[in-house]
């Protein structure tokens, strides 16, 4: 049984859209908003299709990720107001270095999503960065943990006390990440499971995963939440199965890890 309980709170309608519109809201977080450069106002629906002159509003804490449907790319944006698709798209610190190939995985019309053209698997620099209490990544991130009713960054969690995750990106370009949290008996929760889509932070932004909202639960003791970023789309599900490596593999990695005391 897992320490933590996730209590997924995604509950925006997932739809695929076979629209010939060349964009499609790819993922977002946050209360954003979409309309027509005419005013009409569109509903923030996965894979809803967008054009070129669509207008974004992304409010402080949130983020929007956008599929180029024509060159397999997602581009991620953080805050901002009235940015049209085209601008996302063609702003250089919003492309996100994974290339988008085929549908696998997902909770759309046949539990399709995207995932990307395999490229340098990162998972085993996971592996090796977390064993390393000197560890130096090539990408720089924060990670909080916050308390879901007062918003406070929180060291220690309650048993029954709900939290979520602000991460921020020092980086100039989107990364992919994903958070592991390991309890003091060694069980491990993939703390981003129930995400539908991979999760994209833009570059130079902050972002408040408040979808994925977890609670305190036995055992007592001294947890530690790992957060991992790649240039590439990835998945955890292969760590506890992956072999750890002697040494550093060289691929880049975003990597920092915290304590958090359950009590």
Request: include cysteine; proline fraction near 5%; aromatic fraction near 8%.
């Amino acid at each position: 049984m897992k320490r933590l309980l996730l209590t997924a709170v995604f509950v925006s309608v997932i739809g695929f859209s076979a629209s010939a519109q060349p964009y499609q809201l790819y993922s977002y977080n946050g209360d954003i908003q979409l309309r027509h450069r005419t005013g009409q106002s569109l509903a923030p629906v996965l894979d809803v299709g967008l054009e070129a002159s669509d207008l974004v509003s992304v409010p402080a804490g949130g983020s929007v990720s956008i599929l180029d449907q024509r060159k397999k790319k997602v581009s991620c944006y953080g805050a901002c107001e009235d940015l049209s698709v085209k601008q996302i798209i063609s702003n250089s610190r919003a492309n996100f270095l994974g290339r988008i190939s085929s549908m696998i995985k997902g909770v759309a019309d046949e539990d399709r999503a995207y995932v990307s053209h395999k490229g340098d698997d990162p998972v085993p620099e996971f592996l090796f960065a977390m064993d390393q209490a000197s560890y130096a990544p090539a990408y720089r991130l924060s990670l909080e943990v916050i308390d879901y009713d007062s918003g406070a960054s929180v060291n220690r969690v309650s048993t029954g006390q709900r939290i979520y995750f602000r991460v921020t990106n020092h980086e100039e370009m989107p990364l992919c990440i994903g958070i592991l949290w390991k309890d003091s008996v060694g069980n491990r929760t993939d703390c981003l499971e129930s995400e539908p889509r991979y999760v994209i932070i833009p570059a130079g932004s902050t972002v408040d995963l408040k979808n994925d909202v977890m609670e305190g639960a036995p055992p007592l003791g001294t947890d530690t939440v790992c957060l991992f970023a790649s240039e590439e789309f990835f998945t955890l599900e292969a760590l506890p199965y992956a072999d750890k490596p002697a040494a550093s593999t060289g691929v880049k990695i975003g990597f920092t890890a915290r304590n958090i005391v359950i009590r």
